[in-house]
């Protein structure tokens, strides 16, 4: 269809564009009915230019758009050519002084915590770099899209409000200016005039509902039967729904479909069909049915084409008017006008009233045009912002229910604006006072929770789903509420108090349905059935926590507020609790001659609840009372005798007792939820608004009542009264065996409600509180924090409260408290506490949790012994109450109190008889102890004439009162410091009784003469002190050193493996010391050492003996016995790669002889060092298999190795293994028996072979031709003469066991397999190849990793490395063995014709693309294959030499002709050398052979350097290949690092130190084969310049550059968009570290199909970029990504820091961050070593929720 269209459609275009748009803007100037012609000429053009067919065409569309229509409209706006006009108009302008700049999604935006009003104020990068603000302490983050630049705007910033940019204009703006007056009239009337026929034309359109028919005055005359099927967007169903069903309903394909749903779920809607009426309703009808049987169907319509046109152009134009304002602030002012003027229909009729209204009827697409528009024009004028938010307060309510019923997110909300106005502290003031937005929004938010209990409390039981996610979405409410609060007045208006009051008594309504929500019965008998649904009312209170301190905040900043507040807020609280006591019966308890009368009431009986937030908003106020003047001064103003103390403290006590009672075990029954309920209680993002305030109110009741009258009921409530009012009652229960629940739940109930007293009299760290500042709180936290332990910065940031700025006030006192100790490699910064702030630890400080403070106890005892002090912890110097609160330290002098105390003292001085726990008693020490203080302070503090009315020395010397007769506390004391039992509490004891002494010296002194303590009996003391403190320190060596011991023998408990992981973790750490083996060598006395050759220094035999790890036997390694192998693991690399977009595409028809120098792939070998028997590795192997099936039966679950593939872990290190090399003794020794004297030169060695070769090629022939006649083919045999001693017959004995053979192919097959990806087998000719290949690559490998570290060749490498290396070179030259005799022949044949021609290979590579290493090791290890042969006395070591000569003369040659590229150097002044000459004269025959296309002859001085840094790699794998060869050790001066070892090299290697001599030695060859190589067709086209040639040194690979500061890495990556969906942005862009490449990962638009299956974009990149292993940074998240195969993955921690030494994987904190070089080092050189999978092993081993993860969707 489309196609038939296209003539006649290019046809329409021409005669479009003969338009001309000045004489249409012409036509307009003159109309007198403007609206009409303009309709006319839209209702024309528009369907002509949009919707012409099934798919959009956005750049011809565009261009007639423009030419057509906005061209126009530009015209008639200028009254002139719109390219003057325009600049005109944006010269007279004077810009704004605000940048606005809308934020993509993924941008990163700043905020400045010194100086931003609230967190909401961002900068974009731009502004942030040019602000003052870089240099403060900022925060970064990624924008989720929408929301502008705050640069420019005064009033979200505290200072620096304009960055460079933006400030230039300031200083003229000194008052509004209307922006108008730089607009000549004509050019305002004509602009209004478009504008108010486009704007109303616009919002017309796209809100237009019709499907079928446009507005009357667009309708067209003829109109075709076209149609759009409209697919829109929801979040109900998935991707895969959507892209099923449209494939079923359109007949598409897979692809098309996904890019469908893609634009579905980008824009929010998507033709899916084009046609006529009848086809496009087929469509939607079978979409419909399809997707209606679970949920709502997909929303569809059937549109005709030209609604779809005039929508098309609707958006289009809305960008226009949005880019035309950007050209002048007077256009914009122009636009708000026609935007906010009120409509024909009266209220709500503006044009923006209606799209707002309209906003979630709107398709995704259209939502955010619109919303940039207003963003640009409304946010960005400081008259119409104002008029705009008044619009935005009057529609809030109807905005926010229909953002509720939507199911978009937010951020395609309109709604989603009101952190933009309500952020604005004028704004939100003036939408307070004029629109009662507080009440608007509470109102609003009541509106939506409409489940209520009998008491009108909100009700969350039996939440439906759908009633859950409205839940959520209404919680933004409370979001908006905060943002409104979020700067508080500097200044009170009569009006602004009647508002917020008005506010508050909607706030309190809503409290009020949260007190007492959520009601639990304690469960007797049996457990509960379902846990009850707790989390909503949690959320609810959590959600409001900042909003409730945010209220405090406000009513703080007013007197006449604050005391309003109060009396409403008690109000509201007596109607909550109104006749508490009704139907109760009252009752009296007494205690020590003191009664009260309080009701029965039991928390273990009846309903209670943990939601009390009318209580403690007025626990709150409360405080602010008591931190205000008014409470002292105009005392009559408050409504304090209104207080029932009793009733206040009631419910906030029962709360307490509750989680007592949990703790005591007592509400086992009641489930989890409970649990969970009691922990966000106490934890921190509650505990300000719960648990905190509860303290406060019971703190404020027993201020205000008689302590005796408290403990009474506190006795009470906690199911105590008994015990303590019946004399004796203890001992009886202690005999009552049969209860020993009832005994222990008791004593926790005990030691829980000492634990409340201690906390009511010790906690006055709060303002109001106690005489203290908000600094004093906070350093106090964070002191007892760092008392459990040293933290870094982010856990210590989670452990306080954050208030509504994300700020904790840490920073603020940190220093004061703590050191910075700055982080390692690995691991974080910590703060640690300064040793002085110990002093003020409280053990029993109320925000401990029990595991922390059990903790806490311990390291600060330790401390304590460290620095040899007695151990006790007695409770700090507190600071004074506040006035209102100051009588509440009279509890510790109580009687009831002192009777507690007594009761439990008795109980411990006959400990035999009670039940009684030492926490009990360290609890009674404790407040014994803190009433010392107290007493103490008081004495310090009182003025002569007053008298200390706190006396607690007096009252606890007293005995007790008949008829117990019991001792006095002090005499119990006394005792028990002596008693055996106690011997943990003895130092406190002491310490009491010390105070104790003080005190009372001090008051009888102070009669007198306030004298300084006496000395007298310190004196005595510290003699006797001493002696005791010599006994402690010897205690403690003894102590120390059983620790030690202790420690050691747990260390040797621990499990082997655990303790090899880390040996083996430690992988490559080349500088390991005591575990280097070089050693482990023969000493061979020091004469030259050579390592091959007929020269080769000779090496004694040696014995090996080595011990399985399995069946722990040890066994020599001998050629003919039983196998013993090397766990290994076999993988591809492209580490060395010099060409990442070469990889083998059939790996089936891939011929690996020849490894190309760009090393493009690799085949690696590693292993963890770890030795079995090969029949113990097998059974182990099986057992694993076996294991592994069964496992996958029962449930389909990962494991972190692929059996299936061979894979396994080393039983040992569980390092990962996918097959086994075998050990082997120096394979050499074994055929290399004879050693003949006279052996042939080079010349001559290259005609034997030669011969040898043609003789096999010749016999090779008549065996493939078997069809001539068997008698003419021996004839051939006979007729071809042999040369002398060559039998080709023959064929060698193996020597190696049967097991070892078995091995030798086990491992020679892995490799195979992996190497190329294929399926096994041991009979392919490749196998050998690929043996020799991934010996010659590992090898490479390593000595790269020298290299770059400057590490020396022979240094000590760690065993595992040398074990690997050894085992894997020997098995590579034993592998011939195994293999066919004629393969390995055809192989080294092949081979060597690539340097010594022949006429049987005609198409070998040229030099230029062969790596030298790799063919050395081929050659060297496929020669015995022919040597075994030759019966004429040449020996293996001739061969072996003459063969690295000839190799080594050829990668020389192959660096003279690729290292002429660079410049003449400068001529060396010495006179040339002899290597200089001798290699000047080896390039001209270089020079002349290759037809003088080679660069004219550089210096001798520059050739030689050149070839001496070019060939040094390739010595150095030649050095270390014939050592593990040959078995001949190092020299020593190879073992060290330092110069370059070029002639210890040479002269082990057997090589003259000037090279160039080899080629002098054999010129009558030399110049053969030189040409031979010159000639190569190849060599031409490069020295033409027609291609590349890889050059030398080779240098190592990289990963890439990192920039510094993160940011602009995400900039970056903000910027990049998915290269698939048109310019779309991507969700998580990700950096291959390897290549540089940004990919647009975990998505689907990028999936790709990958061998059958879809992988995501990482996956896919990993098998061309690295061969399958990646390393990848996620931008977004800042995390590392390692990716191995399919089906392996784990993150690592990412070499970005922050200024506390710590990462922020997932961006959560937003601190700047910074490359952190030593890291990204390590990450490196994991990936060099091919360390990559491993890590991924371990990381998923040690975390198994990494196993389940689909990594290759990744
Ligand atoms: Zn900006
Ligand atoms: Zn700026
Ligand atoms: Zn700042
Ligand atoms: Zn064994
Ligand atoms: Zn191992
Ligand atoms: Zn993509
Ligand atoms: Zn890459």
New binding site residues.
């Given amino acids: 269809m489309a196609s038939e269209l296209e003539p006649e459609v290019q046809a329409i275009d021409r005669s479009l564009l003969e338009c001309s748009a000045e004489e249409t803007a012409g036509k307009w100037l003159q109309a007198t009915d403007l609206t009409r012609e303009v309709y006319q000429h839209l209702a024309h053009y528009v369907p002509k230019i949009y919707c012409r067919g099934p798919n959009p065409f956005p750049q011809k569309e565009d261009m007639l758009a423009q030419h057509l229509l906005l061209g126009p409209m530009e015209w008639y706006l200028c009254g002139e050519d719109p390219a003057f006009g325009f600049p005109k108009l944006e010269q007279a302008n004077k810009p704004s002084h605000l940048c606005g700049r809308v934020f993509k999604v993924g941008e990163p935006t700043y905020s400045c915590r010194d100086c931003a009003v609230d967190p909401t104020c961002v900068l974009c990068m731009e502004c942030f770099l040019g602000s003052i603000h870089r240099d403060h302490r900022y925060r970064m983050t990624t924008s989720g899209g929408g929301g502008f630049c705050d640069c420019g705007d005064t009033e979200a910033w505290k200072e620096g409000p304009y960055c460079q940019k933006h400030e230039l204009n300031t200083p003229e703006i000194e008052e509004e200016e209307d922006p108008l007056v730089h607009l000549s009239e004509d050019v305002i009337a004509r602009t209004y005039n478009i504008f108010a026929i486009m704007f109303r034309y616009a919002v017309e359109i796209l809100t237009w509902e019709k499907e079928s028919e446009l507005p009357a005055d667009l309708e067209m005359v003829e109109k075709n039967d076209t149609y759009y099927c409209m697919l829109f967007n929801d979040e109900v169903h998935t991707y895969e729904q959507v892209i099923y069903t449209l494939q079923k309903a359109v007949n598409c394909t897979q692809k098309e479909a996904i890019g469908f749903a893609t634009t579905v779920d980008r824009d929010g809607r998507r033709s899916v069909r084009y046609g006529d009426f009848q086809h496009c309703e087929q469509a939607k009808s079978v979409i419909v049915r399809n997707t209606s049987r679970q949920t709502k169907p997909l929303k569809v319509q059937v549109m005709h084409s030209s609604i779809v046109a005039h929508q098309n152009f609707g958006l289009k134009l809305l960008s226009w008017l949005g880019s035309i304002i950007g050209y002048s602030d007077g256009l914009r002012r122009i636009l708000c006008q026609v935007g906010l003027q009120e409509g024909p229909d009266g209220e709500n009729s503006s044009l923006v009233d209606r799209l707002m209204l309209n906003d979630s009827k709107l398709w995704k697409g259209a939502r955010s045009v619109y919303h940039q528009l207003f963003m640009s024009s409304l946010l960005m004028d400081l008259k119409y912002k104002k008029l705009f938010a008044v619009r935005f307060a009057k529609n809030y309510e109807r905005l926010q229910s229909d953002y509720v019923t939507d199911d978009h997110d937010r951020e395609f909300s309109i709604a989603d604006l009101s952190v933009q106005i309500f952020t604005v502290p004028s704004l939100a003031r003036m939408l307070i006072t004029q629109e009662n937005l507080m009440t608007i929004i509470i109102k609003a938010f009541m509106g939506h929770l409409r489940h209520r209990d009998a008491q009108g409390r909100f009700q969350f039981e039996r939440y439906t789903a759908l009633q859950a996610f409205k839940f959520r979405r209404v919680q933004s409410l409370i979001l908006d509420l905060k943002y409104v609060l979020i700067s508080k007045p500097t200044e009170w208006t009569d009006d602004l108090r009647q508002k917020f009051l008005e506010g508050f008594d909607a706030f309190l309504e809503l409290l009020k349905c949260m007190q007492g929500m959520d009601p639990i019965t304690r469960q007797v008998g049996q457990h509960i059935e379902m846990e009850p649904e707790w989390e909503a009312a949690f959320t609810l209170q959590m959600k409001l926590t900042h909003v409730i301190s945010m209220m405090q905040d406000w009513c703080a900043l007013d007197e006449k507020v604050l005391i309003e507040a109060y009396k409403k807020c008690l109000a509201v609280l007596m109607q909550c609790h109104g006749g508490f006591t009704d139907g109760e019966q009252p009752i009296t308890l007494s205690i020590c001659g003191h009664s009260v009368e309080t009701i029965r009431y039991c928390v273990s009986q009846e309903k209670v609840s943990i939601h009390l937030p009318v209580s403690r908003l007025l626990a709150g106020l409360h405080v602010l009372l008591s931190k205000s003047e008014v409470a002292y001064k105009f005392p009559e103003l408050l409504p304090l005798s209104e207080l029932s103390p009793p009733m206040l403290i009631e419910h906030p006590l029962r709360c307490l007792v509750l989680c007592a009672q949990v703790h005591a075990g007592m509400w086992r029954r009641n489930g989890f939820s409970l649990v969970n309920q009691i922990y966000y209680y106490h934890n921190v993002k509650c505990r300000r608004e719960m648990f905190d305030k509860d303290i406060v109110m019971l703190q404020t009741g027993v201020s205000m009542m008689d302590p005796n009258h408290f403990l009474m009921i506190m006795l009470s409530r906690f199911e105590l009264y008994q015990i303590f009012s019946t004399p004796d009652y203890g001992k009886r229960f202690s005999s009552e065996i049969t209860h020993k629940d009832v005994v222990q739940q008791n004593n926790t109930l005990i030691e829980e409600m000492l634990y409340l007293i201690i906390m009511l009299v010790g906690e006055r760290f709060s303002p109001g509180v106690g005489q203290v500042n908000a600094t004093d709180e906070i350093k106090r936290e964070i002191i007892h924090q760092l008392s459990i332990k040293p933290m870094a910065h982010s856990e210590l940031v989670k452990s306080l409260p954050e208030d509504e700025n994300k700020e904790t006030g840490m920073e603020s006192v940190i220093e004061a408290v703590a050191h910075f100790k700055k982080p390692g490699l690995t691991g974080r910064g910590m703060y640690e506490l300064k040793p002085e702030c110990a002093k003020e630890f409280n053990l029993y400080f109320y925000h401990f949790s029990r595991a922390e403070q059990s903790k806490a106890e311990e390291a600060q005892r330790k401390l304590k012994r460290q620095n040899r002090e007695d151990t006790a912890l007695p409770p700090p110097v507190l600071p004074p109450f506040c006035p209102l609160f100051a009588s509440l330290v009279n509890i510790l002098q109580s009687d009831v109190m002192l009777c507690i105390m007594r009761t439990i003292l008795q109980w411990a001085v006959e400990h035999n008889g009670y039940a009684w726990s030492e926490s009990m008693l360290q609890r009674v020490l404790h407040l014994i102890g803190m009433a010392l203080q107290e007493e103490k302070q008081h004495l310090d503090s009182v003025t002569e004439e007053h008298v200390v009315t706190f006396t607690f020395t007096q009252k606890i010397s007293k005995p007790g009162e008949a008829p117990n007769n019991s001792p006095s506390i002090l005499a119990m004391l006394e005792t028990l410091q002596n008693a055996p039992y106690l011997d943990v509490h003895k130092d406190m004891i002491r310490w009491i009784l010390k105070t104790f002494n003080a005190i009372k010296k001090r008051r009888e002194s102070s009669s007198t003469s306030p004298v300084a303590e006496t000395e007298g009996p310190i004196m005595e003391e510290s003699s006797r002190d001493k002696d005791k403190a010599e006994r402690k320190r010897k205690a403690e060596i003894a102590r120390l050193r059983r620790e030690k011991i202790m420690a050691q023998m747990s260390e040797m408990q621990r499990h082997f493996i655990d303790e090899n992981k880390e040996l083996f973790q430690q992988t490559l750490e080349l500088d390991a010391s005591a575990s280097a083996v070089l050693d482990n060598s023969p000493v061979v006395s020091d004469m030259t050492l050579t390592a091959l050759g007929p020269a080769q220094t000779q090496v004694p035999e040696q014995r090996q003996f080595v011990t399985c790890i399995l069946c722990q036997e040890e066994q020599e390694v001998k050629v003919e016995s039983k196998a013993m192998v090397l766990a290994a693991f076999v993988q591809r690399s492209t580490v060395l790669s010099k060409n ?1 977009s070469k990889f083998i595409h059939d790996p089936e028809k891939y011929d690996p002889l020849f490894m190309h120098p760009d090393l493009s792939c690799g085949t690696h070998t590693g292993s963890c060092g770890h030795i079995m028997h090969a029949h113990c590795w097998q059974r182990y192997f099986d057992s694993v298999q076996a294991k592994e099936q069964r496992r996958q039966q029962r449930l389909r679950l990962h494991t972190s190795y692929d059996v299936e593939n061979g894979e396994f872990l080393c039983p040992l290190c569980e390092c990962l293994s996918n097959t086994v090399i075998p050990l082997l003794l120096p394979p050499r020794n074994i055929f290399n028996g004879l050693n003949i004297s006279d052996q042939p030169k080079l010349t001559q060695w290259i005609r034997t072979i030669s011969q040898q070769i043609k003789a096999l090629q010749v016999l090779r022939k008549e065996e493939s031709t078997p069809n001539t006649a068997s008698s003419k083919n021996s004839e051939n045999i006979d007729e071809l003469q042999l040369p002398e001693g060559f039998r080709p017959d023959f064929h060698p004995k193996n020597p190696y066991s049967e097991s070892i053979k078995e091995m030798l192919t086990t491992f020679g097959t892995a490799t195979f397999k992996v190497g190329l990806k294929v399926h096994p087998n041991e009979e392919d000719p490749r196998v050998p190849i690929m043996c020799w290949g991934s010996c010659a690559y590992t090898i490479q490998s390593i000595e790269r990793i020298l290299s770059d570290e400057d590490k020396p060749l022979f240094g000590p490498l760690p065993c595992r490395l040398d074990d690997c290396l050894r085992s894997l070179t020997r098995f590579a030259a034993a592998h011939w063995t195994v293999a066919s005799l004629s393969v390995v022949q055809t192989h080294f044949c092949k081979l060597f014709a690539s340097l010594v021609p022949d006429d049987c290979h005609g198409d070998l590579p040229c030099i230029l693309d062969i790596d030298m290493f790799h063919l050395l090791v081929g050659l060297v290890l496929a020669f015995p294959a022919l040597q075994c042969q030759d019966f004429s006395g040449i020996s293996l070591g001739t061969g072996d030499l003459h063969i690295f000569h000839l190799v080594t003369m050829a990668h020389i040659v192959q660096i003279l002709l690729t290292s002429c590229t660079e410049e003449n150097g400068m001529e060396q002044e010495n006179p040339a050398g002899e290597e200089e000459s001798a290699v000047l004269a080896l390039y001209k025959t270089l020079h002349q052979c290759t037809g003088s296309a080679l660069k004219e002859t550089p210096s001798g001085w520059h050739l030689w350097r050149n070839v001496k840094n070019g060939i040094m790699p390739f010595l150095k794998c030649s050095a270390l290949f014939f050592h593990y060869l040959n078995g001949v050790p190092s020299p020593p001066e190879i073992q060290v690092s330092g110069t370059s070892h070029f002639e210890h090299l040479c002269n082990y290697l057997s090589l003259p130190n000037n090279l160039i001599c080899l080629f002098q030695e054999n010129s009558e060859i030399t110049k053969l084969l030189i040409e031979s190589w010159c000639h190569h067709i190849e060599v031409k086209r490069y020295l033409e310049g027609e291609r590349d040639a890889i050059s030398y040194p080779r240098e190592s690979n990289k990963l890439i550059d990192l920039p510094e500061d993160y940011s602009s890495l995400i900039n970056q990556a903000s910027n990049f968009s998915c290269p698939k969906s048109g310019g779309d942005k991507s969700r998580a862009p990700t950096l ?6 940004l990919l647009c990962s975990q998505s689907y638009c990028c999936q790709t199909e990958l061998e059958g299956e879809d992988v995501g974009a990482c996956t896919a ?2 098998y ?3 061969s399958g292993v ?1 390393i990848f940074l996620r931008v977004r998240e800042c995390q590392v990504l390692f990716l191995a195969g399919k089906t392996k993955g784990c993150f690592y921690s990412p070499p970005y820091l922050d200024d506390y030494g710590e990462t922020d994987q997932g961006l959560r904190r937003g601190n700047p961050l910074h490359l952190c070089k030593e890291r990204f080092k390590k990450i490196q050189k994991l990936w060099h070593q091919h360390s990559i999978t491993e890590e991924i092993g371990h990381a998923q081993e040690a975390n198994q929720t990494l196993v389940g993860i689909d990594w290759q969707h990744l």
């Fill in positions: 990442r291959c570290l390897v290549c540089g490449t990149h990993t061309s970029c690295g990646g």
